[in-house]
Antibody
Framework: QVQLVQSGAEVKKPGASVKVSCKAS????????ISWVRQAPGQGLEWMGWISAYNGNTNYAQKLQGRVTMTTDTSTSTAYMELRSLRSDDTAVYYC??????????????WGQGTLVTVSS | SYVLTQPPSVSVAPGKTARITCGGNNIGSKSVHWYQQKPGQAPVLVIY???DRPSGIPERFSGSNSGNTATLTISRVEAGDEADYYCQVWDSSSDHQGVFGGGTKLTVL
């Protein structure tokens, strides 16, 4: 079955960087894009950006431009999301999700289990 | 940027029908997708392309989209439907940015 498995929880100090991985299985990795979505404690979902697993093209949320980098390793079917210059308000659960559907109208299915990133001094 | 507006909460008795709205400027011209999220779990897709149901999602879940409002309808509500629900679209006017509604907490009385 299609599955996305993420790396474990992280605790980081303000100003540091974090890199979260998302390993895909059960489908042809390069045929779909991956989006990253985060959820601060008790809050809603926030789209962070997208990467094409086919050619590495990216599109980031405007508020995160310059702090986020998304990459893929097609040899291991793994996507990565790196967030730099961490602040306390970056504390959140970070999800990866496969993008499905017609270009410009994609939905997210399935989602990874989530990775809690805590930013604290 | 494009904004999606959902009511923070909706309450319904078991066996009744719940309707969760998602408002946006001319949202009827966009494709709307809906997700269910239970506490401590990742979101799950329940409706895509306004009204299509993924395999494994009960027929009790349906969707519609017209004008400035999209609606997720849950018929014959069960206790297990209690969750947060989010709508999602793409904002093509802003370099193709993903947009989520603020979420609606469905409470089964």
């Amino acid at each position: 079955q299609v599955q996305l498995v993420q790396s474990g929880a992280e605790v980081k100090k303000p100003g540091a960087s974090v890199k979260v991985s998302c390993k895909a299985s059960g489908y042809t990795f390069t045929s779909y894009g991956i989006s990253w979505v985060r959820q601060a404690p008790g809050q809603g979902l926030e789209w962070m950006g997208w990467i094409s697993a086919y050619n590495g093209n990216t599109n980031y949320a405007q508020k995160l431009q310059g702090r986020v980098t998304m990459t893929t390793d097609t040899s291991t079917s793994t996507a990565y999301m790196e967030l730099r210059s961490l602040r306390s308000d970056d504390t959140a659960v970070y999800y990866c999700a496969r993008e499905v559907g017609q270009l410009g109208s994609e939905w997210f299915d399935p989602w990874g289990q989530g990775t809690l990133v805590t930013v604290s001094s | 940027s494009y904004v999606l507006t959902q009511p923070p909460s909706v309450s319904v008795a078991p066996g009744k029908t719940a309707r969760i709205t998602c408002g946006g400027n001319n949202i009827g011209s966009k494709s709307v997708h809906w997700y269910q999220q239970k506490p401590g779990q990742a979101p799950v897709l329940v409706i895509y392309y306004d009204s299509d149901r993924p395999s494994g999602i009960p027929e009790r879940f349906s969707g519609s989209n017209s004008g400035n409002t999209a609606t997720l309808t849950i018929s014959r509500v069960e206790a297990g439907d209690e969750a947060d629900y989010y709508c999602q679209v793409w904002d093509s006017s802003s370099d193709h940015q993903g947009v989520f509604g603020g979420g609606t907490k469905l409470t089964v009385l």
